[in-house]
């Protein structure tokens, strides 16, 4: 079956609930790329299970889109499905029973929950050990699945288990954070499958001290990290050293590739002009990792998740 029939066939089995040829790239934060050949804006599991329903005997790509903070969509597009959470998977509850022996407290967070928001509405509670979010403008979900993390601190460290709708089963489960491999940038979170919710186990603490440092962290971020169109750090940190010092080392601070740029302000950002090109964007990460193999021997791997190029995806 060839991919425009797949992608009939799909779309016509979802009805409303899919849109056709929908602006992808704009949903990002670099806004530059592509349409999605299926857009679905998923309001409950019930949305979940008709995705995965369609797909069935298809097996299109599917693409989960949180906040579209570390992804980069071709010019081209994204020939599968796009899907993004909403509705009932932007709940944040916190276990207002009996705290643990330790002091610690429970809080479910839906997997389309806004990082800085879920880190701020803690802080009010003096909750604390999540005010690292607060800087990171992505979504619960996609914060499992890669262990996001800054200013010293991660997903990990806190998640106690995980919600995982898996498409191509069409299960759901909750599974230990002990069983997600969770490691820098990493979890064994598939392709396609989809962190619909996560638990945290955090501490009750001084409210005050907590939202100065959430304070602190976006002042801190505000000063030594760019604005515009990007995607945050294009790469992560080799051990026991910086990309962004790397990429100054070998000379790419500042480099252009047509619509492309490499801040001035913090090297391992690369911003996009608006109106630009995405495969502007790619080239020059492609650039930027060779100029630093060739002058320093270090390989880098892009935290960005490019969709829609051949190879990739």
């Known amino acids: 079956m060839s991919t425009t029939t797949g992608v009939a066939r799909v779309a016509d089995a979802l009805g409303a609930l899919a849109l056709r040829d929908a602006p992808l790239g704009a949903r990002t934060t670099y806004r530059v790329g592509g349409t999605a050949a299926i857009?679905?804006?998923?309001?409950?599991?019930?949305?979940?299970?008709?995705v995965a329903a369609a797909n069935k005997d298809t097996a299109l790509d599917v693409l989960v889109l949180g906040r579209g903070s570390n992804v980069l969509v071709a010019d081209?597009?994204?020939?599968?499905i796009a899907i993004t959470l909403a509705g009932a998977f932007e709940?944040?509850?916190?276990d207002d029973g009996d705290d643990g022996d330790d002091g610690t407290v429970i809080v479910r967070a839906g997997g389309a929950v806004a990082l800085?928001?879920?880190a701020r509405r803690?802080?009010?509670?003096?909750?604390?050990?999540?005010?690292?979010?607060?800087?990171?403008?992505?979504?619960?979900?996609?914060?499992?699945?890669?262990n996001a993390g800054g200013h010293g601190d991660d997903t990990a460290s806190s998640l106690r288990e995980a919600e995982v709708f898996s498409f191509g089963e069409a299960t759901t489960s909750w599974r230990a954070a002990s069983a997600l491999a969770l490691a820098y940038r990493h979890s064994n979170v598939g392709s396609g499958e989809v962190v619909t919710a996560a638990r945290f186990e955090l501490r009750r603490g001084d409210a005050v001290a907590?939202?100065?440092?959430i304070a602190d962290i976006v002042r801190w971020r505000r000063e030594h990290q760019p604005g515009g169109s990007n995607a945050g750090s294009v790469f992560t940190n080799p051990p026991d050293d910086y990309a962004g010092r790397l990429v100054e080392l070998a000379g790419a601070k500042g480099l252009r590739h047509g619509t492309a740029t490499v801040s001035e302000k913090h090297a391992n950002f690369i911003r996009a002009d608006s109106g630009g090109r995405a495969d502007d964007v790619a080239d020059l990460i492609a650039e930027v990792a060779a100029l630093v193999k060739t002058h320093t021997g270090v390989t880098l791997s892009t935290e960005v998740v490019l969709v829609g190029y051949p190879g990739v995806r």
Request: net charge negative; aromatic share 6%; charged share 15%.
């Open 91 to 94: 709940s944040i509850e916190v």
């Open 39 to 50: 857009f679905v804006e998923a309001r409950s599991m019930a949305d979940l299970m008709a």
């Open 76 to 80: 081209a597009g994204f020939h599968g």
């Open 210 to 213: 907590a939202k100065r440092t």
């Open 122 to 146: 803690l802080a009010e509670q003096g909750l604390t050990g999540l005010e690292w979010a607060v800087g990171v403008p992505g979504s619960v979900g996609g914060a499992v699945r890669m």
């Open 116 to 118: 800085p928001v879920l």
